[in-house]
């Protein structure tokens, strides 16, 4: 299946921990140093790195709930309390802590070609991240590029415990198959996504072999090469599900402007119908909107939802007059298969915008979701000319959505789930509107 969503790990993937790391030692032995004099050169970052590492190696096997920070302040007390260093009041370890985390927080640094690549990416894929580490994406340079942080002390789960990767993909709203993991640790961010069918790709910054028993699905010194390592995983599952499309228009070709020169050479392997094949893509969108049914489709995007895709392709293949995007302007392509070439893709910063823009249209704003009070969809009477608002994934409609709606209509549900999916929900309404009003 076609990529859809990518985890990355944190620290020495994203970010130079090991560095840091070293230095934030340096600093809690400097902190010890100044607290107490007459011990000066008795201790040592690496003693102090051998005692955080003895004890989360206790903590995770005996499966304790203990976060890393929490670790991290708990070596400092052994490591004195090993010196023979008195510390009755906790003075000495506070101190040794303050300034670990305030080197650890403060100087953590991106290498290079992360952000600009991750910006490459956030447009065409669900980007989350999934990391045993506890350094903040907000605070050290990468703000409001993920779509979601799993991190192991908050879900209670550890790398490589494959959960974790399956709690990804349901967060991306994909499949694992369509889930690739990144990470420099072959057996945390390669074999566990791999166990349960999501491809791994290991990031090996210094020239190292990787682990017997463990082959990634690729290898790359850094993320300037995952992009075509992407391209490479569609391209081999298009090969493997088989070629789509046509190939080259046997000659004479067809005169007719609506055509493509290059498509009509090389063939046509689009997701498009064949009404539409060899079509150049102004030519697709003005005949769709040529017969453009009177409805648009409009969603809700305060949290980047990943489902807009999948709504953007419903609307396409009902035939919607357009899409309208409210809150947040950039959304995940990836799951709309190009159809957002083929019909007009509008934003709005506010439900206000948006109940405004209809009015002018003498468009009805209807809501979609199941919340008290709402008319259920099989009997309601969807008016012709109309918008279809659809909630954020999760809480649905927010209140200023459900006052602007009228209706609001439910679609009735039988099992013991909330809400349906976001892209499932639209496209059945859409079809709700199909069956009462087209032609």
């Known amino acids: 299946m076609p990529v859809r969503a990518l985890v990355f790990d944190a ?49 995770e096997r005996s499966g304790a709930a203990i976060t890393l920070s929490e670790v991290r302040r708990r070596s400092f007390v052994v490591a004195l309390a090993e010196l023979g260093v008195p510390d009755d009041d ?45 350094t903040d994406p907000e605070r050290s340079g990468l703000p409001g590029r993920f779509a979601f942080r799993l991190a192991a002390d908050h879900v209670g789960l550890r790398k490589p415990d494959a959960r974790l990767f399956l709690m990804a993909a349901a967060a991306a709203g994909c499949h694992p198959s369509e889930l690739v993991s990144v990470g420099d640790q ?43 390592v992407l391209e490479r995983f569609d391209r081999e599952e298009a090969e493997e599900a088989g070629s789509v499309g046509v190939g080259p228009h046997p000659e004479p070709w067809p005169d007719d402007p609506r055509f493509d020169p290059e498509l009509l050479a090389a063939g046509d392997r689009r997701n498009v119908v064949d009404r539409y094949r060899y079509w150049r893509e102004e030519a697709v969108a003005a005949d769709l909107a040529a017969r453009a049914h009177p409805f648009h489709v409009a969603v809700e995007n305060w949290r980047s939802d990943h489902n807009i895709g999948a709504v953007v392709r ?10 309208h995007i409210v809150g947040r302007r950039r959304w995940n392509r990836r799951g709309a298969m190009a159809t957002d070439r083929y019909l007009p893709v509008r934003h709005h910063d506010s439900v206000a915008d948006l109940a405004a823009w209809a009015a ?56 013991s789930t909330r809400s349906l999916n976001a892209g499932v929900a639209s496209g059945i309404a859409m079809h709700a509107w199909v069956r009462a009003h087209a032609r």
Request: net charge negative; glycine share 10%.
């Open 90 to 134: 906790g003075a000495v370890a506070a101190a040794m802590a303050d300034a670990y985390f305030a080197q650890r927080h403060g100087f953590v640094q991106l290498y290079p070609e992360v952000a600009g690549v991750l910006d490459e990416l956030g447009a065409r894929y669900v980007i989350g991240l999934v990391t045993n580490g506890n």
């Open 186 to 228: 072959p057996d945390k961010d390669v074999a566990a996504p791999q166990s349960v069918g999501a491809r791994g790709v290991w990031i090996d910054r210094h020239g190292l072999a990787c682990p017997p028993g463990i082959e990634p699905d690729a290898t790359i010194a850094d993320l300037t090469e995952l992009p075509a």
């Open 314 to 323: 419903n609307a396409n293949a009902f035939g919607a007059a357009g899409v």
């Open 11 to 59: 620290d020495d993937t994203l970010w130079d921990f090991t560095t840091v790391m070293w230095e934030s030692l340096a600093a809690a032995v400097g902190a010890f140093e100044a607290c107490c004099s007459h011990h000066v050169g008795r201790l040592t970052d690496r003693a102090l790195l051998e005692v955080r590492d003895r004890l989360a190696a206790e903590v």
């Open 360 to 415: 002018t249209e003498g468009l009805q704003v209807v809501g979609v979701d199941n919340v008290a009070g709402a008319e259920p969809l099989e009997s309601a009477a969807l008016p012709e000319r109309c918008v279809l608002l659809f909630g954020q994934e999760g809480p649905g409609l927010s209140a200023a959505a459900r006052r602007a709606s009228s209706p609001v209509v439910a679609i009735t549900q039988y099992g």
